[in-house]
């Protein structure tokens, strides 16, 4: 069982950075991807993902402007945001399982999510 926590969302300016946050229980966490996705109009879109060795990937929508990091020691997985747009605004979640993907449904754990608000 794995619980994940976000936190570090908030209203920015266009242009500006944030820096998102996901805290997971459990012992494991160095053995599972994890993925960032965002709330689009009828599904969860894929932002960033890292797989448990360390390979990344990103959206075309956000590559150049976020960095996907991960801290085994600290339980965490970081999103760097720069270069903020105002269609950057929604609700951001984190989630883990095994393997990386950027199919939301393969996904057994998610966060609550947090809030990003980028104002024009």
């Known amino acids: 069982q794995v619980q994940l926590v976000e936190s570090g969302g908030g209203l920015v300016q266009a242009g500006g950075s944030l820096r998102l946050s996901c805290a997971a229980s459990?012992?494991?966490?160095?053995?599972?991807?994890m993925g960032w996705f965002r709330q689009a109009p009828k599904e969860r879109e894929f932002v960033s993902g890292i797989s448990s060795g360390g390979t990344t990937y990103y959206a075309d929508s956000v590559k150049g402007r976020f960095t996907i990091s991960r801290d085994n020691a600290k339980n965490t997985v970081y999103l760097q945001m720069n270069s903020l747009k105002p269609e950057d605004t929604t609700v951001y979640y984190c989630a883990a399982d095994s393997v990386l993907t950027v199919i939301d449904r393969r996904y057994h754990y998610w966060g609550q999510g947090t809030q990003v608000t980028v104002s024009s």
């Open positions: 459990g012992r494991t966490f160095s053995a599972y991807a």
